[in-house]
């Protein structure tokens, strides 16, 4: 049985595909440990996504209480704070973390609504690596609009 998990509707990127940075729910407003902790052990795949995970300051007590439950345990995450992770894989070395990118540079940047967003990503990307990290990605949502047009002019 597989399961993803919207922890939160807040973002700091604001992407040119998807929108829930506009609408941001409050902390008190969102999925509470009390709530998870009575979903059952035993799944298969467990994904904690969003908006941006790493905006939950509970994001590693919500690991420690999933981890348990499931065979593979993912976050997945635009990447802009990765030094959130590193604590995460370091207890968890075989948590899956896919950081969202769109591309290479700039085309990243701009598709995502990032300032430096490439930049962070890969670095941070290095950063978990160091932490000792052995499931760890990059993920992309494939696009083609007048935007993208744009970029290649």
């Known amino acids: 049985m597989d399961l993803s998990i ?3 509707y ?3 990127s604001k992407c040119s595909m998807c929108y829930i940075w506009k609408y941001p729910t409050q902390p008190n407003y969102e999925i509470d440990l009390k709530t998870l902790e009575k979903l059952p052990d035993g799944f298969d795949y467990l994904n904690l996504t ?3 995970p ?3 300051e509970d994001l590693m007590e919500i690991c420690d209480l999933l981890y348990p439950k499931a065979k593979t345990l993912e976050i997945s995450t635009n990447g802009l704070k990765a030094e959130r992770l590193i604590p995460i894989v370091k207890k968890y070395p075989d ?3 896919r950081i969202s990118l769109e ?3 700039y085309t990243n940047d701009i598709i995502r609504g990032e300032k430096d967003g490439y930049l962070k990503k890969t670095e941070g990307m290095k950063k978990l690596i160091e932490a000792g990290g052995c499931d760890l990605g990059f993920a992309t949502t494939f696009q083609f609009n007048k935007m993208f047009i ?3 002019n």
């Open 50 to 52: 969003g908006g941006e």
């Open 103 to 105: 591309g290479i540079g």
């Open 150 to 152: 744009k970029l290649r």
């Open 54 to 56: 790493t905006l939950r």
């Open 95 to 97: 948590i899956k973390i």
């Open 10 to 12: 807040r973002c700091n």
């Open 6 to 8: 919207i922890l939160t």
